[in-house]
């Protein structure tokens, strides 16, 4: 079987690779947490459209999907884990600075969104609703702490925040919590009730709070979807 490899969707998972690549730089080299914010921003665009490509041109296979979550960890994973990492050892001076070796437990993130994209692979029920935060959430909201971080009116964070965030973002990639995916059922508003609703109100955020909605936009969509499942468990009992 011939194998194509630089197809256009292919170029545009490797591009989603290359900005997951200088995020990492950026974070762990210049030390420059907006600047990888931006770049992971690129690799989300470049993730977006690299499926929808592949579908329009009907060239989507096995081998772009092994690519996808290749590149998917690497921007998604390894680039969080790195501004995570970053964040940590500015955060970690004076006095009652941790132990430096605890720094590097928030890789875990990067192992733990290794294990929620082969879970995705090989999980049939994900077509329509996900199962565990997906990594380019848990992502978005790594970055935006990084970049909010930066901005001169910021709270200051403190050393145990970045390692919680790391550990409770690793253990709901994997969770076995179903979140509803942004898959319009049509445009009307029967069936899409909560999407619209979600959007709504990260609109509404987004025009209130700026930068700083970006993380409370997550933590609305895991709460949303956990409300959604426990009135379906409900519905059921009944």
């Known amino acids: 079987m011939k194998i194509r490899l630089f197809t256009?969707?292919?170029l545009l998972t490797l591009s989603n690779l290359m900005c997951g690549a200088l995020a990492i730089v950026s974070a762990l080299v210049w030390g420059d947490l907006t600047t990888s914010f931006w770049l992971i921003a690129a690799a989300a665009g470049f993730d977006f459209?690299?499926?929808m490509v592949?579908?329009?041109?009907?060239?989507s296979g096995p081998m772009g999907i092994q690519l996808?979550?290749?590149a998917d960890d690497i921007s998604f994973g390894l680039a969080p884990s790195a501004v995570l990492f970053t964040l940590f050892t500015r955060l970690n001076v004076g006095a009652e600075a941790l132990p430096e070796w605890v720094g590097y437990t928030v890789f875990v993130f990067a192992a733990f969104a290794a294990l929620r994209l082969a879970k995705f692979n090989i999980d049939e029920t994900q077509h329509t609703?996900?199962?565990g935060?997906?990594?380019?959430a848990a992502t978005l909201f790594v970055v935006a702490v990084g970049l909010i971080s930066e901005q001169p009116d910021a709270i200051r964070l403190q050393p145990w925040m970045v390692l919680a965030t790391a550990w409770v973002l690793s253990l709901l990639m994997v969770a076995n919590i179903r979140l509803f995916a942004l898959k319009f059922k049509g445009f009307g508003w029967r069936g899409n009730e909560l999407r619209y609703s979600f959007l709504l109100l990260c609109a509404?955020?987004?025009?209130?709070?700026?930068?700083?909605a970006i993380p409370l936009i997550i933590v609305l969509y895991v709460l949303l979807s956990i409300g959604r499942?426990?009135?379906?468990?409900?519905?059921k009992e009944e």
């Open 129 to 131: 609703e996900f199962c």
């Open 229 to 235: 499942a426990l009135v379906c468990a409900r519905k």
């Open 8 to 10: 256009l969707p292919n």
């Open 204 to 212: 509404a955020l987004l025009a209130v709070l700026r930068l700083y």
């Open 49 to 51: 459209f690299d499926g």
């Open 68 to 70: 996808d979550s290749l």
């Open 54 to 59: 592949a579908r329009l041109m009907g060239i």
């Open 133 to 136: 935060l997906p990594t380019p």
